[in-house]
């Protein structure tokens, strides 16, 4: 079985672990989401590209669900002793290690997806792990400016705005602030990376997991030709919810998809997505009254666990989207 999979960081990776205990025999391809990279300290970081290389391949920190188990931060310590920032990114030792790899390799010409491939070289994830693009895509987020106001904001009967990255957003700020408009800078202009559209051409299942439905998956989808290609590749496209009784199960997907202007329910998600690029979701138990509300968008639903508290649980709902995969395509 070819399994594609649009992964986000932590619950994508978290999601992926469990379909490999469910399918270990599965051929699967990731096509991660680099609208979160940054550029720090003269270095490319790619946190979930990182983040699913470093689960799969056994070296997160497994309570955090980011960065290096048995991280040290001495690096971090001496370039805030020099007054160097931003303090509220925090890289690890371990974990400079493998932007400084990154960064030296496009240096020399490779691009992210070749530098991807040789990471994993290490990692050896057990899944092949595509970049959406070599392209320059970042997410930014459209927020009140908290240092602005007075004369200007009084002048347009509101607050001024201002866009940060979304790694400001989400990591400096908490998404303490309301999200106006969540923007993937260079998406129009970016191209698929190398092997994306033959690996969702050539797929028997297409799933989206649990991630980020704004600023994961959908960054990804926001690439031109990915959407299309899974629209039209004739194979059951299957998703998890994201939204359990009302809310994110992790992050912050409530406070941008209110950006986007959607409801922060599960059945509301689907409808985001789409029928026409959706066939089936998995809601929890607890929203089992939102499936005939998806069903009746044109989108086959059932509720099922989808609290993933360890493998084994992952591994059941990984277990139960496949299933409703073959149903669909009965």
């Not at 009302?246 to 997505?273: I, W």
């Amino acid at each position: 079985m070819r399994i594609v999979v649009l992964a986000g960081g932590i619950g994508g990776a978290r999601f992926l672990r469990g379909l490999k205990s469910a399918a270990p025999d599965a051929d699967i391809t990731v096509i991660g989401n680099t609208g979160d990279d940054i550029h720090l300290f003269g270095l490319k970081v790619c946190p979930d590209l990182d983040t699913v290389m470093y689960t799969l391949g056994g070296g997160i920190h497994e309570e955090q669900g980011w960065g290096r188990a048995c991280e040290t931060f001495a690096v971090k310590e001496e370039l805030a002793a020099y007054g160097v920032g931003p303090e509220w990114f925090g890289l690890g030792d371990r974990d400079f290690a493998t932007h400084i790899v990154r960064t030296q390799m496009i240096g020399a010409g490779y691009p992210l997806s070749a530098v991807t491939e040789a990471l994993c070289a290490r990692w050896q994830p057990g899944v092949r792990l595509l970049p959406m693009t070599d392209d320059r895509v970042e997410t930014h987020v459209l927020i009140d400016d908290p240092e602005a106001g007075g004369a200007e904001g009084a002048a347009v009967g509101r607050a001024p705005r201002k866009a940060v990255h979304f790694q400001e957003y989400w990591v400096r700020l908490r998404a303490s602030v309301p999200a106006h408009a969540v923007i993937p800078v260079g998406a129009e202009q970016a191209k698929p990376a190398p092997g994306v559209l033959d690996a969702i051409a050539g797929a028997d299942v297409i799933l989206f997991p649990p991630s980020n439905p704004v600023v994961s998956v959908g960054t990804i989808l926001a690439v031109p030709g990915i959407r299309e290609a899974i629209a039209e590749a004739g194979v059951p496209v299957v998703g998890l919810s994201p939204i359990v009784g009302d809310a994110p199960v992790r992050g912050m997907a409530d406070k941008v998809l209110a950006a986007v202007g959607v409801e922060s329910t599960a059945a509301a998600v689907a409808r985001h997505y789409g029928s026409g690029l959706l066939d089936g979701w998995l809601v929890d138990t607890v929203d089992a009254a939102a499936v005939s509300e998806v069903e009746a968008a044109g989108i086959r639903c059932r509720a099922v666990p989808l609290m993933m508290t360890d493998v084994a649980a992952t591994a059941r709902m990984a277990t139960e989207a496949l299933t409703l995969a073959e149903e669909v395509r009965a």
